[in-house]
């Protein structure tokens, strides 16, 4: 497998197409399709492994630390799509750099405070308003 085959593959196991990675990294258009005929920039690469959660030598030669760990740098499926959620969605990732630094007890009123609007929003489309 080539470099262009990996990212390929990576990207469909990160349900992102090649063209939403060039457009998310600001990248050329058509830039990835061309890495199998030109010499890769490594800021560029760096970009690409640090987007998709593997290695610079992965994405180059296919190889892992370790044969039995994963391509990607989470402790587990669940942390890895939380992750590509908070990544994807910008609101998202604003609720969580601005809940960062908080004390453990403005946190928990925080999350206290988002957990009863939501029941409040799941109260109100159950009555069917």
């Known amino acids: 497998m080539d470099l262009k085959e ?4 990576l990207c469909k196991k990160n349900e992102i197409s090649m063209n939403q990675l060039e457009q998310e990294l600001d990248f050329g258009k058509g830039y990835i399709s061309k890495l199998g005929k030109s010499t890769p920039n490594a800021t560029k690469i760096q970009q690409i492994a640090n987007r998709l959660g593997v290695t610079v030598d992965y994405l ?7 044969d039995n760990e994963k391509e990607y ?6 942390t890895r799509e939380i992750a590509q959620e908070i990544f994807k969605n910008p609101e998202l990732r604003s609720l969580f750099h601005a809940t960062r630094g908080l004390s453990p007890e403005r946190l ?5 405070f988002i957990q009863t609007l939501k029941q409040q929003e799941d109260k109100h489309n159950d009555e069917g308003c």
């Open 6 to 9: 990996r990212i390929k593959d």
């Open 60 to 66: 180059m030669n296919g190889n892992t630390e370790d």
């Open 73 to 78: 740098y989470y402790l587990n499926d669940e």
């Open 108 to 112: 928990k009123a925080h999350i206290d």
